[in-house]
């Protein structure tokens, strides 16, 4: 294997080589698409050299290995991060200047792998970036989908979905196995294996079967040598698949009827399931991510091991959510059934090798599935949940002997109102720990959603905070601040300590300092500015206060409480032209699921109001809002540098603990939030003075949703019944009071996230943001100080935690190549 250089030469000879060799073209004739890829593919070469040397070093330690399986990973653009992470960057000014263009001219070819959606993913990625920067031996399972979740685009206000052809011209960054696919089965029969008396083995013949293609991205750490790798599928159908007779007979709909059947599980992320073809389509494809995903493990086990009893010391399975609690039922069934292991050994190997993240509160968030479509789809692992759940119910009943109440709530199958398997109960029964994700979200997990399971194994529960990658959302992010930062520390060992940010806490008295903070903040706002107007045409004002709320749309992140405050200051400022008001600009991004109506409308009412407000001449002076369409990872790197207000007003108790707080926060912007989630700890670092507290916590909401009426509210608030009635009256839809009735409705009716609650203390707060905006050093400087003791923060710290309190996983070192 040719060694790659380390010099400019090196970098150059290699770059030109993969122009002609790899993408057959000449400097005088490639495209702007060819020099973004034969770029990629340079940098890619230094990371594979890297990654060749990462494997023969796991090899030789035959490590326990972190393998993470997740339905969604948002990894966001890869030039930029692994120019970085190879350290390659210095050499591309140079080339691309005496060529003629610029890296953000090659970067505007990158496109982000549509693999995600929201925080689940983004914390997905942020783990990986840091299991391989702190040299921990890991691997990335997910699905290859072809369209992501969609491109998001306004028509008169309501959301558009567009297909996110995210692979159209092609991914450098990828590397695919398709001589290594994996066969899965569907539907069919079950049958009792003859050679094993207790009965417990089956033998399962599917009616239907498609193929796992493996590809793979290579996951390189911040300075170390390490590159991990993220292991993605893509469902194919098997080569018989195409009826050629039909198609010979012009049947041709009907001759690739059973290929598009199998691909469609990897078509979209989440597919809508509103339908019983939607359920089934995603049952399948969460089934299909952890039957692949399963067989490789053990195929990389049994490179170095024999037997199965060292399986559990190296091998440990994190289940990010219930999206992959299917891998429990699937390790049983090759262990039992394909293997042939005891049972009882069989379920040791399984509960000694998961691990189960829980990333919510929301009963309507911990998945179940009915057991009929279970029975249907997957017959045999219906058979193998019915036996754990029967041996599970036995400890519960020899600890609790006849309390029949208990038993019930405990059992993996609900009963009642139909018959449901319930995968929360099923990753709790089969993990070795499980944990929540915020120190709020992990006691309120114990106190209400887990209670029984954590006072039958109060040993199995943990908390391990969230956190995010400062090299992404602060270096990359953020070159200005993270050049400040840099200097005023003494260099970028920050990046992997993040602690040492509390180094800039003196820093916040510094009137200099602050000066060059407000600089780097008011640029950062100006590059915000430019990509507002070129994206919705709205021009906002960089002096102003950014008023950011970037996240998915979801009733219990109450964005439609925000927008209640963006209708009263409207209200406010046409009724009192000469208002003394600070000038402040909203900005949303988010999108709502494509099933999930009541969120769709509540974007709809959004742009209706920003049009509104912005073209209103009076009111526009003063206030600008604006819905960013398609938010990702890359407008989330050009909004949060630019934040000034940070929106996490979730009712509290219900955000397991976000980390768009965290990333806001760690670029300087001030929390407005409840005691939610890791607000909470947020608040707890950086000071109650520097954070905007307002609400009810978790017992008052608690106990204010035993008898609560939001028309009360709405009766005795003026203000609030003023903006109320204003999206009643048809105010934002030319005088249709039709429209956003359904809002109005949920509002009055049954407002299950007590916005209407919480309205006028929310309002009470902005009013003292305004004031504390007025003082430009006093606002700089809890600017600075959210920064310097967020550290925690690190989605270092976090895999830390993962590795001392659950994976117990040690490091391993690979060497420099030179």
């Given amino acids: 294997m040719r060694s790659v250089g380390s010099t400019l030469e090196d970098f150059e000879r290699d770059l030109f080589s993969n122009l002609y060799f790899q993408r057959g073209t000449t400097i005088e004739s490639a495209s702007g698409s060819d020099g973004y890829h034969t770029l990629a593919l340079t940098v890619r070469d230094r990371l594979v050299e890297r990654y060749a040397r990462t494997a023969a070093a796991h090899y030789d330690a035959n490590p326990r290995f972190v393998y993470y399986l997740s339905a969604e990973y948002l990894l966001g653009r890869q030039l930029r991060q692994n120019l970085l992470y190879s350290d390659t960057e210095r050499f591309v000014h140079p080339i691309a200047e005496d060529l003629g263009v610029t890296l953000e001219d090659l970067e505007s070819y990158d496109v982000e792998p549509g693999l995600g959606n929201g925080g689940l993913g983004r914390l997905a990625a942020c783990l990986l970036d840091s299991m391989a920067t702190l040299d921990i031996p890991a691997v990335g399972y997910g699905i290859r989908y072809e369209f992501g979740i969609f491109k998001q685009g306004f028509r008169d206000g309501a959301q558009v979905e567009r297909p996110d052809d995210w692979t159209f011209y092609g991914n450098p960054w990828e ?42 991205m290579l996951v390189p750490g911040y300075g170390t040598q390490t590159v991990n790798i993220i292991r993605l599928w893509q469902a194919r159908a098997s080569r018989e698949s195409f009826d050629l007779s039909r198609f010979g007979a012009g049947q041709y709909k009907e001759a690739v009827e059973d290929i ?46 024999s037997g199965w009893d060292a399986f559990p010391a190296k091998v440990v399975i994190q289940l990010n959510d219930t ?24 379920w040791s190997i399984t509960r000694r090798t998961f691990n189960y993240t829980c990333h919510t509160l929301l009963p309507e968030a911990l998945e179940t599935w009915p057991v009929s479509l279970l029975e249907r789809l997957l017959p045999r692992h219906m058979e193998i949940i019915y036996a754990i759940n029967y041996f599970f119910l036995q400890e519960v009943e020899a600890t609790y002997p006849g309390d029949a109440d208990r038993i019930r709530r405990l059992s993996i199958i609900q009963e009642e109102p139909e018959k449901r398997v319930r995968m929360a109960h099923l990753a709790v029964v089969a ?7 915020a120190e709020l979200h992990t006691r309120l997990l114990q106190a209400t959603t887990l209670r029984d399971f954590a006072e039958l194994w109060p040993q199995k529960f943990h908390n391990v905070t969230n956190g995010v990658t400062p090299r992404r959302f602060v270096r990359l992010a953020n070159p200005r601040l993270s050049a400040l930062i840099s200097e005023r520390l003494g260099g970028e060992q920050w990046l992997t300590d993040l602690d040492r940010l509390d180094g800039l806490a003196p820093a916040a008295d510094d009137p200099a300092f602050l000066e060059r903070w407000r600089a780097a ?10 990509q507002v107007e070129k994206s919705t045409g709205v021009v906002i004002d960089p002096d102003a206060l950014c008023d950011v709320m970037i996240k998915r749309f979801h009733e219990y992140k109450r964005q439609h409480l925000k927008l209640l405050h963006v209708i009263t200051l409207f209200n406010r400022i ?26 769709k409308l509540l974007i709809r009412l959004v742009n209706a109001v920003a049009d509104a407000v912005n073209t209103d001449p009076l009111v526009s002076r003063h206030l600008k809002v604006v819905l960013l369409p398609d ?45 939610d989630g890791a607000n909470i700890e947020i608040r707890d670092r950086v000071g109650a003075e520097n954070f905007f507290l307002f609400g009810l916590d978790a017992h008052e909401a608690a106990e204010a949703r035993r008898d609560y009426h939001p028309r009360e509210y709405y009766e005795r608030d003026p203000e609030l019944r003023a903006a109320v009635d204003a999206i009643a009256g048809g105010m934002f839809a030319k005088g249709d009071r039709g429209l956003f009735g359904p809002v109005v409705d949920a509002m009055l009716g049954r ?18 943001i305004e004031q504390a905006w007025r003082d430009p050093d006093g606002w700089a400087r809890m600017s600075v100080l959210n920064a310097a003791r967020c550290g925690f923060f690190s989605s270092d710290r976090t895999v830390r935690d993962y590795c001392d309190l659950i994976w117990r996983v040690e490091p391993v070192r690979v060497l420099d190549g030179g």
Wanted: net charge neutral.
């Fill in 521 to 530: 903040k008011r640029a950062n706002k100006a590059d915000l500015a430019k």
């Fill in 574 to 599: 046409r009724e009192n032209p000469d208002l003394d008001l600070v000038p402040r600009t909203v900005l949303f991004g988010g999108k709502a699921a494509p099933g999930y109506h009541s969120m």
């Fill in 631 to 675: 938010y990702n990872v890359s407008r989330a790197q050009v909004i949060i540098p630019a934040a000034d207000l940070s929106e996490q007003i979730s009712l509290a108790g219900k955000e397991a603990s976000g980390t768009g707080n965290m990333k806001l926060a760690l670029n300087g912007a001030v929390t407005i939030g409840t005691l």
């Fill in 431 to 437: 993990s070795t720990a499980v944990n929540g994700v």
């Fill in 751 to 768: 407002d299950e996230y007590l916005a209407l609650a919480d309205y006028r203390a929310y309002l009470e707060c902005q009013d003292r």
């Fill in 323 to 346: 999206h992959p609690v299917m891998a429990v039922t699937e390790l049983m069934r090759l262990l039992v059934d394909e293997h042939h292991l005891d049972w009882d050994l069989a």
């Fill in 260 to 305: 598009v059947r199998a691909e469609n599980i990897s078509k979209v992320l989440y597919p809508d399931d509103s339908t019983e073809q939607g359920r089934e389509l995603r049952l399948k494809q969460q089934y299909f991510l952890v039957a692949c995903s399963l067989r490789d493990i053990i195929r990389r086990y049994r490179l170095r091991n």
């Fill in 175 to 216: 590397f695919s196995a398709p001589d290594d696919r994996q066969v899965i089965g569907f539907y069919g029969t079950t049958a009792r294996a003859l050679d094993d008396p207790s009965g417990l083995r089956r033998q399962w013949t599917p009616g239907e079967t498609v193929r796992g293609e493996p590809s793979h």
